[in-house]
């Protein structure tokens, strides 16, 4: 007979599925000092004319308390931000250090709480912007990660790979599927 599963079981379960997505202010302090967290931008690079978007293919190691061994592992692109340097400027220097591939950061139309200047019209604001889409933070290492993410464009046909990490171009509902995080899931989808 089956018994029903405890509270503390489902909880498991579910860190498992969504792991480092669940409740992300768990145990983080509100204040951190330069030495205790990291800033990483994320990017969301799509081909205009396919439509496809960027991943990365690489390989990850199973968690101590499950099988040994490896497994590929597929995410949004990312990387930690330089001393001194500009976020928009880091986003496209990860993509053309890991790939070659030239992307920009482009517009989108998702609503922003940044501020506008005020020589801009009610109608101006409401328009495209290339603020981040969005923020993700998850502790690694001890370590707080805060990742904003932007939008970009590239040309599928010119990749060539000259890092570690694997990249492919995969149409949006592949991509949903093969992301491992939940939160990159989201902001694919968005």
Known sequence: MASEATEGQVAHLLQKKHRNTLNIFENVPP???????AINYGIVVIDPNTRWILITQRNASFPANSIKGEYTEYALPE?????????????VREILSKTGLQCK??????????????????EQQNKLNKEPLAVTQRTRNGFLEITLWYLAEADSKT????????????????????????????????
Not at 164 to 184: R, S
């Open 105 to 122: 950061l482009t517009c989108h139309s998702l609503p922003t709480l940044a501020t506008y200047s005020a020589n801009k019209s009610e």
């Open 79 to 91: 990387g930690r931000k330089n001393v001194d340097e500009e976020p928009g400027a880091t986003a």
């Open 159 to 190: 990749l060539d790979t000259l890092d570690t990490e694997d990249f492919v171009w995969a149409k949006e509902e592949q991509v949903l599927d093969a992301l491992e995080f939940q939160d990159h899931q989201e902001i694919a989808r968005k």
């Open 31 to 37: 204040m951190h000092f330069c030495e205790t967290f």
